[in-house]
């Protein structure tokens, strides 16, 4: 994990050394996530919230990089009796285009678990040790910007690996919707062209 994110800061660097615009944001809203897992049928989606920072690097050519860092409350209703509630940082990077007033974004999405509960008749179970330590997902989202420096964005993150652990024999895989809010608190470059 170090190496990536030591990766990750030399591409931010030197993308915003050559970069015609650059912002700085903070962002929240709410996720609706559920898990396929293999061994049970009929899971059902949970809500929760999503809080963090994102940086836009727009490059001289039609697209940007947006790199986010954010608390996100995942997890699943398994039956009408058990909720899992499973934490992660997530660290999604995004190739970001502009299409009109809209502004498409996908790409990659790393998840660090930072805590998992497993909630049975409102007896909690620690689950952590049970599932992987590692996400990865593949996002697809949009975004809009009807008030200066104030974002409107809905995502959609499908998880692309098995976070159970190989003992328990269910395959499980994250799924997240998500809507946000959120604000630039920083911009630098021509603004008319990055809305």
């Known amino acids: 994990m170090k190496k990536f994110i030591l990766v990750l800061s030399f591409i931010l660097l030197f993308s915003i050394s050559y970069s015609q615009k650059f912002g700085l944001g903070i962002k929240s809203g709410s996720n609706f996530a559920t898990q396929d897992i293999k061994s049970i049928q009929g899971t059902k989606s949970i809500t929760g919230l999503h809080l ?28 009408a009796n058990t909720i899992r509630n499973i934490n992660y940082i997530n660290i999604p990077l995004l190739i970001k285009s502009k299409l009109g007033p809209i502004n498409l974004h996908f790409g990659p999405q790393f998840g660090l678990l930072t805590s998992a509960i497993r909630d049975v008749d409102g007896i909690k179970n620690d689950i952590k040790d049970k599932l992987s330590e590692r996400d990865f997902s593949l996002v697809f989202g949009v975004s809009v910007e009807p008030i200066e420096r104030l974002i409107f964005s809905m995502r959609y993150a499908k998880g692309l690996r098995d976070i159970s652990d190989e003992e328990l024999d269910e395959k499980t895989k994250n799924t997240v919707f998500q809507f946000s809010l959120g604000y630039i608190l920083i911009r630098l470059g021509d603004k008319k062209s990055d809305k």
Do not use: D, R, W
Request: proline share 4%.
């Open 52 to 79: 963090g920072i994102f940086t836009y690097i727009k490059l001289p050519i039609i697209f940007g990089i947006q790199a986010e860092l954010q608390y996100s409350m995942q997890g699943t209703k398994v039956n």
